[in-house]
């Protein structure tokens, strides 16, 4: 068959490939992050073999801490991570937000054995690496393929062709990207650039025991201020303290996307915040500076038999701590509507996951733009109405985001 024209060049009538006996579909996952690798195990636990190729040499999973909400901690459980899980996480009995001077009280939500008596599953406070090991550990370690950066996908009528840096090709019946922001797969789908939110957040890891005054009861702290905010809480079964702090970072965006920061700089930044933060701030041996950037919500999730998952479909701002839960989402669905199809039947298949994902996560990016801004907002009556607004528009996100259950596919 004649390839299709995709925004990543145009192929050339393809040789004949083989195809697999049976119904099975030849599916290749790109990316081997949390969105990959959960992929990877939805599928295999409902029955379907995937080939997941990944373009660092080496599999090492950067960042700090990340929040597991309910409806990404049910999921998670179901495919068989519970005890693992219990092991390496903290769970959170609660999420507070604080005002930046005075380190005040401005909003609660009790979390812990209500959560997850309401929700079917804790609210679980996890190292990354740990999770992406957890992950790791439960993929067969032939269907993972290190080194294979994908530099090109072309579409055919009855099958994708992945091109990679050095020279090789691989055939499937469906390509997923799940290659991060910066995603090739999706320039199959759009044309859109990242953006640049203005702000840059660093984020490091603190020995427990060198901040005991976090260690009465396991939560997630926020201090809200202007134009920046900082956030901490336990990890890796309680023995960490992971810390994000925010910075304005103007509107030119940098020529790194990570780099080394420095603790001097942040406490700098954080000058006349509460003690509380600067003991947290200070405690940092070492941070990271990531420059936050998001994309616009895609039209379109799939084109025929290349689809995105993750990042690649939704890169959000951190502000509804979700990416991780969503992208989570995202792959048990797949894994469903994926069940049981055959080569053609995928983009009937895709077509339907695109539908039952995407108004959630648009919203949710929506969410955690809007979230920029009013977590950041300077002293003033705005602030004040936010402020006395917190505790109602919590519990009406925790209602919408945590009760949700990916795993029932309802159209």
């Known amino acids: 068959m004649a390839a299709r024209t995709s925004a990543v060049g145009r192929a050339e009538p393809r040789p004949g490939a083989p195809r697999p006996t049976g ?13 990959g690798l959960t992929l990877a195990l939805a599928l295999g636990r409902a029955g379907n073999r995937c080939e997941v190729y990944e373009q660092a040499g080496q599999l090492r999973e ?17 495919l068989g991570l519970g005890r693992r899980l219990d092991a390496m996480a903290v769970r959170a009995q609660a999420v507070e937000m604080r005002r930046w001077d005075d380190s005040r009280l401005l909003s609660r ?13 804790p609210y679980y406070l996890v190292h990354r690496a740990d999770l992406h090991r957890a992950l790791l550990s439960e993929v067969e370690a032939d269907q993972l393929h290190l080194g294979s950066r994908c530099v090109r996908v072309e579409e055919y009528d009855d099958g994708v062709r992945l091109h990679f840096a050095d020279g090789s090709a691989h ?8 290659d991060g922001i910066r995603s090739v797969v999706r320039e199959a789908l759009a044309t859109d650039r990242p953006r640049f939110s203005g702000q840059s957040m660093y984020r490091g890891l603190v020995p427990a025991e060198e901040l005991p005054f976090l260690l009465d009861e396991p939560k997630v702290r926020l201090w809200f201020g202007p134009g920046q905010h900082c956030v901490c809480y336990p990890v890796a079964a309680g023995k960490w303290i992971s810390v994000g702090a925010t910075a304005p970072a103007g509107d030119r965006a940098p020529e790194s996307w990570t780099a080394e920061g ?3 700089e942040l406490l700098r930044i954080y000058r006349g915040w509460h003690e509380e933060v600067g003991r947290v701030l200070g405690a940092l041996r070492a941070v990271g500076r990531w420059a936050l950037h998001d994309r616009d919500p895609l039209p379109r999730w799939c084109g025929g038999r290349i689809v995105v998952a993750g990042d690649s479909a ?6 509804m701590a979700q990416g991780a839960n969503q992208a989570i989402e995202d792959a048990v669905v797949l894994a469903g509507c994926l069940a049981g199809a055959g080569p053609r039947d995928v983009q009937a298949a895709l077509a339907r996951y695109e539908r039952l994902r995407k108004p959630r996560t648009d919203r949710i990016q929506r969410m955690s733009r809007a979230n920029a801004r009013t977590f950041h907002l300077g002293d003033g009556k705005r602030q004040h109405e936010r402020d006395l607004s917190l505790d109602r528009r919590r519990h009406n996100d925790q209602e919408w985001l945590y009760g949700y259950d990916a795993g029932v596919l309802d159209e």
């Open 109 to 121: 939500s009790e979390l812990g054995a209500a959560c997850e008596a309401r929700y079917g599953a």
């Open 62 to 78: 950067l960042g700090a801490g990340v929040q597991i909400a309910p409806n990404a901690a049910r999921l998670l459980r179901r």
């Open 171 to 178: 055939e499937a019946d469906v390509v997923v990207g799940a």
């Open 314 to 319: 939704h890169p959000m701002l951190p502000f």
């Open 262 to 264: 420095r603790t001097t």
């Open 23 to 35: 119904g099975d579909s030849r599916i290749a996952v790109v990316g081997a992050g949390i969105a």
